[in-house]
């Protein structure tokens, strides 16, 4: 099987408590596989090990065949390895346009904040026109960021990071904060890049994990009590009595 990341036994302390303990997980080519569990379960843990933000105390990372569990963060990026960009890394007073010309630059080895004179050569900005032609952000290319919507930015982090071609894109909570409109906008986007890189999405807004995942690991109290496809994990008694059922009361 072609696993784009694997995971195996991962576990991370903080004094006595185990944040994550002995989790194991693959996300496949093309896949999107959704983390899910209820607040406290370790899911910003295991990203923040993923990322090299935190060092885990015991198992294996593996990103497309490489161990990369002690390499760090810059490196595992180098190696395809890619998360949504923050909206406070976007630059307020340049168009839409202009920070995918930054981000595009980036990849290929340029400032992030300066344009430089590779940011003026003409492939950057066909790829720019590309990217926007195929988004429902095109019509907004030229509006400065500080005057886009909240789920408009949230569009625009997507494109960004998606414009690095990484080969397994962490996104974190994507739909947060997004109003229901926003939200269809979100996972029509998400949908649209499946099979341009492999997902790992953490997000609470179950409507949008079933919309999007082609599997779900779910995590309790730092271990994974299931994970199967979203029909496996909708009908598992134990994922309704630990997280799903809450929604049912
Ligand atoms: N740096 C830290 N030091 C000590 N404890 C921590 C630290 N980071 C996380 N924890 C603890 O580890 C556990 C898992 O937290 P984590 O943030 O990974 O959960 P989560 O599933 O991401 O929760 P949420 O959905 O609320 O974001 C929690 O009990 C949390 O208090």
């Known amino acids: 099987m072609n696993h784009v990341l694997e995971i195996a036994g991962l576990t991370k302390t903080f004094g006595g408590l185990t944040a994550t303990d002995n989790v194991s997980l693959t996300v496949n080519a093309g896949e999107i596989h959704a983390l899910i569990g209820p607040n406290g379960a370790g899911k910003s843990t295991l990203i923040n090990q993923i990322c090299g933000e935190l060092m885990p105390n015991a198992g294996h990372i593996h990103l497309a065949g ?13 190696l395809g390895l890619g998360r949504t960009f923050q909206i406070t890394s976007l630059l307020d007073d340049m168009t839409v346009r202009e920070n995918l010309a930054l981000a595009v630059q980036a990849r290929e080895g340029g400032n992030f904040r300066i344009f430089d004179r590779a940011a ?14 195929a988004s429902a952000l095109g019509p907004r290319a030229g509006v400065t960021v500080a005057d886009l919507a909240h789920g408009e930015k949230k569009q625009l982090e997507l494109l960004m990071a998606l414009s690095q071609r990484p080969r397994l894109l962490l996104l974190d909570e994507p739909m947060a904060g997004l109003g229901h409109l926003e939200s269809q906008q979100m996972i029509d986007a998400l949908l649209a890049a499946r099979g341009d ?27 994974v009590i299931a994970a199967g496809n979203a029909d496996e994990i909708r009908a598992n008694p134990a994922v309704r009595d630990a997280y ?3 929604e049912d009361t």
């Open 66 to 78: 490489r161990d990369i569990t002690r390499l760090p963060p810059a490196e595992r990026v180098a």
């Open 120 to 133: 003026n050569r003409a492939e950057v900005w066909d790829e720019v026109a590309e990217i926007l032609a």
């Open 197 to 223: 890189c492999a997902m790992l999405l953490v997000e609470h807004d179950m409507d949008a994990v079933f919309a999007l995942a082609d599997r779900v690991t779910v995590l309790v109290y730092g271990r």
């Open 244 to 246: 799903l059922g809450e």
